[in-house]
């Protein structure tokens, strides 16, 4: 199925650090969202964008939404050991009435204390 | 907590059995979708249904089928199991609001097919 490129596939970095990864596609979306799942649990939403160049923050997040509405990108500032997890990216199409939900294959997050 | 529920929490079951998990979405919401998440696998769409209909299919086997009922809970059966059904089972439901839809997750039932 469709799916974005979503990189990197996996980070392993020190407590302290910033991390940003991002996703990409050849289509054009109009939501993009990121998710975070922890192991075991369901992916829980971080931050919803809505409009071509809006930059949002929730926390230590910030995500934006690429001009040309083909790529978002994901940065957490001063890691802590509970970033620990995947995050998804997934971008929304919409045809008339109908809205499909496009979803990238996970960035894998380690932090070492 | 994201309102949404499914149970069971964990499955262990045998080759060629059938099995039925269950998704209550949050309040209000019309949406239900069901994705499969196999070991270190990104989310695959299986299927969604809006307000006791299908909307849209992604993945599915033949051997996998769901429905809504009135009551919006949905219920997602996979029958004649395989090892290869082994996987994370979640449930998504979803309102959408001036063309925008944001999708809430389940915890997700863990099945375990030996």
């Known amino acids: 199925g469709q799916q974005l490129n979503q990189s990197p596939q996996s980070m392993f970095i020190q407590e302290g650090e910033d991390v940003s990864m991002n996703c990409t596609s050849s289509s054009i979306f109009n939501t993009w969202l990121w998710y975070k799942q922890d192991p075991g649990e369901g992916p829980v939403l971080l931050i919803a964008l809505y409009k071509a160049g809006e930059l949002t923050s929730n926390g230590r997040l910030t995500a934006q939404f690429g001009?040309?509405?083909k790529d978002s990108f994901l940065n957490i500032s001063a890691s802590i050991p509970s970033d620990v997890g995947i995050y998804f990216c997934?971008?929304?199409?919409?045809?008339?009435?109908?809205?499909?939900l496009i979803w990238g294959l996970g960035t894998s997050l380690a932090v070492n204390p | 907590d994201s309102g949404v529920t499914q149970t069971p929490k964990h499955l262990i079951t045998a080759t060629g059995q059938r099995v039925t998990l269950r998704c209550s979405p949050r309040s209000g919401d019309l949406s239900v979708y069901w994705y499969q998440q196999s070991?270190?696998?990104?989310?695959q769409f299986l299927i969604q249904y809006y307000n006791g209909e299908e909307r849209a299919k992604g993945n599915i086997l033949e051997r996998f089928s769901a429905q809504q009922f009135p009551d919006l809970h949905s219920e997602l059966n996979l029958s004649s199991l395989e090892l290869g059904d082994s996987a994370l089972y979640f449930c998504a439901s979803?309102?959408?609001?001036r063309g925008q839809e944001t999708q809430y997750f389940g915890p997700g039932t863990r099945l375990l097919v030996l």
């Open chain 1, 67 to 69: 001009i040309t509405r």
């Open chain 1, 90 to 100: 997934a971008g929304q199409l919409r045809a008339g009435n109908n809205r499909k």
């Open chain 2, 39 to 43: 070991l270190d696998q990104g989310l």
């Open chain 2, 94 to 97: 979803s309102v959408s609001s």
